[in-house]
């Protein structure tokens, strides 16, 4: 049974850095074609993909927010990190980590975190 | 701007049957498999079709999925009024290397 699951500061100022884990089970980010990715929501709008790393570490960015997200993964722990550089608050959204296999989808998702960002 | 796009808003009465399309382009619909996620009020997307036409396991068969050309389209028979959440399609768009989302659509179930 696949879960993920989301952590990280609920608030954080305009110009700080985000730093969000996602820990998960069920699956290994060794195995073959396994992935994990990050999609954001602001409130009431829709769905914003922001990064994938996969099983062999290929890494991939939103375009539009690649100079400020990092990627990596801690196969041992079973978690991936995304950071966010110079956060602001239009950067206000719920994140999500969802589980990625070999094709096009996401087939399982955290709960999702809120994040605020507010001086 | 979202680079798929969807109508914002659909809805119809119980037990009958409803679309959503989601239209794109050859760089992403046109070249790549479309999903379509569920979320109901207040909780995490759902995966509901992936590969254009596929049902994970435990999605009923009231939903399906298809896609031709550079649009796919989702749809929903027998409607229920616990189906009324917002709907995203996603595909990869391959000319943007990036993951990309519909707007969403909203369906009311009346």
């Known amino acids: 049974q696949i879960t993920l699951k989301e952590s990280g500061p609920t608030l954080v100022k305009p110009t700080q850095t985000l730093t969000l884990t996602c820990t998960f089970s069920?699956?290994?980010?060794?195995?073959?074609?396994?992935?994990v990715g990050w999609i954001r929501q602001p409130p009431g709008k829709a769905l914003e993909w922001l990064a994938l790393?996969?099983?062999?570490?290929?890494?991939r960015y939103s375009p539009s927010l690649k100079s400020r997200l990092t990627i990596t993964k801690d196969t041992s722990k079973n978690q991936v990190v995304l950071t966010m550089t110079n956060m602001d608050p239009v950067d206000t959204a719920t994140y999500y980590c969802?589980?990625?296999?070999?094709?096009?989808?996401?087939?399982?998702w955290g709960q999702g975190t809120l994040v605020t960002v507010s001086s | 701007q979202s680079v798929l796009t969807q109508p914002p808003s659909v809805s119809a009465a119980p037990g009958q049957k409803v679309t959503i399309s989601c239209s794109g382009s050859?760089?992403?619909?046109?070249?790549?498999?479309v999903s379509w996620y569920q979320q109901l009020p207040g909780t995490a997307p759902k995966l509901l079709i992936y590969d254009n036409n596929k049902r994970p396991s435990g999605i009923p068969d009231r939903f399906s999925g298809s896609k031709s050309g550079t649009s796919a389209t989702l749809g929903i028979t027998g409607l229920q009024t616990g189906d009324e959440a917002d709907y995203y399609c996603?595909?990869?768009?391959?000319?943007?290397?990036?993951?990309?989302f519909g707007g969403g659509t909203k369906l009311t179930v009346l």
């Open positions: 996603g595909t990869w768009d391959s000319s943007l290397s990036a993951e990309v």
């Open positions: 969802a589980h990625r296999q070999a094709s096009y989808y996401f087939d399982y």
């Open positions: 069920g699956f290994s980010l060794s195995t073959s074609g396994v992935g």
């Open positions: 790393i996969y099983w062999n570490d290929d890494k």
């Open positions: 050859s760089s992403n619909i046109g070249n790549n498999y």
